[in-house]
T-cell receptor
């Protein structure tokens, strides 16, 4: 079945630097991926998504890259700000199951 | 447009009690799903409802149940609470469900503590 895993449970970066959060998935048939941000005391908030017919998608200060060959996706955050401190999850739907399968999350900490 | 609303925000119960959590989805969304989030297990799928029908259920004991009303609002119930049920319970809504390649919109959750 589907599984999604993040490479690092924690990531610490300097304010203003770029952050890269990685995620790997197991099912080569997965065709839709979502990144969520969860701040303390809140539910996961949608950041950006990408479908398998794309390799890259850009939002405001965020970019998601999808490498289907190695079943890997990454979230890049440009010019990281203190408000970016949160736990970041990648997720993908499990076919036929009406649910998202989530990775364990990466906690991003911003150093001043 | 109002987001997903979950009530109550916090709950403290004792072992053996039961609890009911409520979720109001985004207007127009007909799919409501529930997830349990714990530090050790991460986000685990509980069940999903669409048009008052449960379409899928996760690997949780029968003490966990839910329902959806005709206005798409949903409730989940946990009976005979155990210490291990302490978690953040998240509700998410979408137009027709995660299977259709939709993103889910989450509420802020109900933090349940079982003493």
């Amino acid at each position: 079945g589907e599984s999604v895993g993040l490479h690092l449970p924690t990531l610490s970066v300097q304010e203003g630097d770029n952050s890269i959060i990685n995620c790997a998935y197991s099912n080569s048939a997965s065709d839709y991926f979502i990144w969520y941000k969860q701040e303390s005391g809140k539910g996961p908030q949608f950041i950006i998504d990408i479908r398998s017919n794309m390799d890259k998608r850009q939002g405001q200060r965020v970019t998601v890259l999808l490498n289907k060959t190695v079943k890997h996706l990454s979230l890049q955050i440009a010019a990281t700000q203190p408000g970016d401190s949160a736990v970041y999850f990648c997720a993908t739907p499990k076919e036929g199951a009406q649910k998202l399968v989530f990775g364990q999350g990466t906690r991003l900490t911003i150093n001043p | 447009k109002a987001g997903v609303t979950q009530t109550p925000r916090y709950l403290i119960k004792t072992r053996g009690q039961q609890v009911t959590l409520s979720c109001s989805p985004i207007s127009g969304h007909r799919s409501v799903s529930w997830y349990q989030q714990t530090p050790g297990q991460g986000l685990q799928f509980l069940f999903e409802y669409f048009s008052e029908t449960q379409r899928n259920k996760g690997n949780f004991p029968g003490r966990f149940s839910g329902r959806q009303f005709s206005n798409s609002r949903s409730e989940m119930n946990v009976s005979t609470l155990e210490l291990g049920d302490s978690a953040l319970y998240l509700c998410a809504s979408s137009l027709v469900g995660a299977d259709r390649g939709e993103k889910l919109f989450f509420g802020s959750g109900t933090q349940l503590s079982v003493l």
